[in-house]
């Protein structure tokens, strides 16, 4: 079609364009119908390229990935406790595996087919072969490094998301992978639940928590994925 | 593909639309910028987010962005001031332990910290407005209001076990007023990611007061205690698990964990249930994960979890409520918090 056909008559009052460009699924088919050319060919698929998706159901992927990425930790923690966990322990670290499943089954439930394991021939075997899970210490830097990456994740990719319901129900979530960093930080070292290395401690963002972008989440997280790379091209970046 | 040619359509049906996507020049940063990032084939729905962005304000019946700044800015000069007065109180840091004394100056340097950056972001551009600014002696944190009424908490600043219990409860309305106001925010972004930073910061305090509270106000390892079942008013999780038996102070901070206004709606709206929700995106969380049949997840504790990974938002007037009881009756701050 013509670019100006859809506009042309003038007929389209703006009362009506604006109720028209409110519901996403018109605004793609409209953006669509501003196309002359036909739809180039996709980029093809690069063998162990994890593509995550675009816009908001993206964004979910990366925020699910990353969820199953933490209950696949917990979870070797609860099967195979390290010999030197302290009282205490044992039962905090299945309240945090069953916090990860609970959010990781509510992505899930609000991707539907959507996931990005429909891409997948079987499910991601995630790798930790590059943190220690038999020490109390191993797995309490290794639950701190994810829980802090987690909370910097959630900071830095709510503000990508279009749908406000979306934002609302990822916030929900955000709050609490605060207060499990902020735990797990206190059962490692006492007090440093809000430390300098997570909370910035100079200049204008005092006190401010530090945001991460998923292209700077990702890198930091990448060990886990292998042999999967994860693709971040595809997700908003502003 | 004719971009140009399409928003210059959609200007003459709407001819704020560039108002709406900034400035003219950004959208225009915008798309060459993914035309160089994404393949050809995704521009059109990225442009489509774009037009999305840009109209998602045009529906929304939301507090002003300016208005929740200083919204928040309130609730940091509350609890700022909490801080800066028991912590030079001998009475309340002889009743803690050393970490614990450390653990607080953190929070209370952090609160003031939040003050000083919120009141730099309303009085800077785009806003340009002057802070609201309470007194110190608008505050009353015994909750008497003044003398308006009889104290909730007459030895708060006196007694370290109180200080602790009111700081959860202050920490914990925290949490809930930045997420209750985050989708208030999205009109502009800058504000919204800090915000949520903010937010992560207040819910790492609201963990840290937890895990003092349920180890005891002189325990030096107090993350080293766990919780006592059934007893999460005196030995609350780190995290909230249901209604916290209403709280630390049951009869008196119910509403901290409690429903908002509206307390109730669907997956498409939003709306504020209290802290012992367990439907998320219209689904029962606990329903789904015992669906689900994990092993080694009991019912019982797929139930806790559906309640205890979610903090739930609070609306603005339900969390001035809350905040009014540490204020002064007849004060410009509770004018402001009315």
């Known amino acids: 079609m013509s670019d100006s056909s859809f506009f042309g008559s003038g007929a389209l009052e703006r009362r009506t364009f604006l109720r028209v460009v409110g519901a996403s699924a018109a605004t793609a088919s409209l953006v669509l119908a501003g196309c002359s050319d036909p739809a180039p060919e996709p980029t093809p698929t690069v063998q162990n390229q994890l593509l995550l998706g675009e816009s908001d159901t993206g964004l979910l992927n990366y925020f699910y990935l990353l969820k199953q990425l933490e209950v696949a930790f917990y979870q070797k923690i609860v099967d195979t406790p390290p010999s030197n966990l302290v009282a205490g322990d044992k039962a905090a670290f299945d309240d945090l595996r069953d916090h990860g499943l609970a959010h990781r089954e509510t992505l899930r439930f609000a991707l539907g087919a959507s996931t990005y394991e429909t891409r997948l021939e079987r499910p991601l075997a995630f790798d930790f072969s590059s943190i220690v899970l038999t020490s109390r210490v191993g797995v309490l830097t290794a639950a701190q490094q994810l829980e802090d990456l987690s909370v910097a994740a959630y900071a830095g990719a709510l503000p990508l998301l279009v749908a406000p319901t979306t934002v609302a129900l990822l916030a929900k979530i955000a709050s609490v992978e605060a207060r499990h960093a902020a735990f797990v930080r206190d059962l490692r070292t006492p007090g440093t639940f809000a430390g300098n290395d997570v909370v910035v401690n100079a200049g204008a963002l005092q006190s401010v928590s530090l945001a991460k972008t998923p292209v700077q989440v990702v890198e930091e997280a990448k060990a886990f994925f292998l042999p999967f790379v994860v693709v971040t091209q595809s997700l908003p970046s502003a | 593909m004719n971009i140009l040619n399409l928003l210059s ?330």
């Open chain 2, 9 to 338: 359509d959609i200007e003459k049906v709407d001819p704020e639309v560039f108002d709406r996507l900034d400035s003219r020049r950004r959208v225009f940063q915008h798309l060459s910028g993914l035309g160089g990032k994404l393949a050809a084939a995704a521009v059109p729905l990225a442009l489509g987010a774009v037009l999305n962005k840009a109209y998602a304000g045009a529906t929304a019946t939301q507090a002003s962005v300016l208005e929740v700044l200083n919204y928040a800015l309130l609730l940091e000069h509350l609890e700022a001031n909490f801080y800066n007065l028991g912590m030079v109180n001998t009475s309340i840091t002889g009743g803690l332990s050393a970490n614990n004394v450390k653990a607080l100056n953190t929070i209370r340097a952090d609160e003031n910290n939040h003050v000083i950056f919120l009141r730099g972001v309303i009085s800077a551009a785009p806003f340009s407005s002057t802070p609201v600014n309470p007194a110190v002696s608008d505050f009353d944190y015994t909750g008497a209001q003044g003398g308006a009424r009889a104290a909730l908490f007459p030895d708060v600043l006196s007694n370290a076990a109180t200080f602790l219990a009111v700081a959860q409860a202050l920490e914990d309305t925290g949490v809930r007023a930045y997420k209750g106001s985050a989708t208030d925010l999205m009109a502009n972004k800058t504000v919204l990611e800090a915000a949520l930073n903010i937010h992560s910061v207040e819910a790492r305090h609201a963990a840290r007061l937890r895990t003092m509270r349920r180890g005891g106000a002189l325990t030096d390892r107090a993350s080293l205690v766990a919780a006592v079942p059934g007893s999460a008013s005196t030995s609350p999780k780190s995290w909230v698990t249901g209604r916290d038996a209403n709280g630390p102070a049951p009869g008196k901070t119910d509403a901290v964990y409690g429903p908002g206004t509206p307390a109730t709606g669907t997956a498409a709206t939003i709306f504020f249930p209290a802290e012992d929700n367990l439907t998320q995106a219209s689904a029962n969380i606990a329903t789904l994960l015992n669906s689900a049949a994990i092993a080694g997840l009991t019912s019982p504790n797929a139930t806790l979890a559906a309640s205890e990974a979610f903090d739930e938002p609070l609306d603005m007037a339900t969390v001035k409520a809350i905040a009014r009881n540490f204020v002064r009756t007849g004060t410009p701050t509770f004018a402001l918090l009315s």
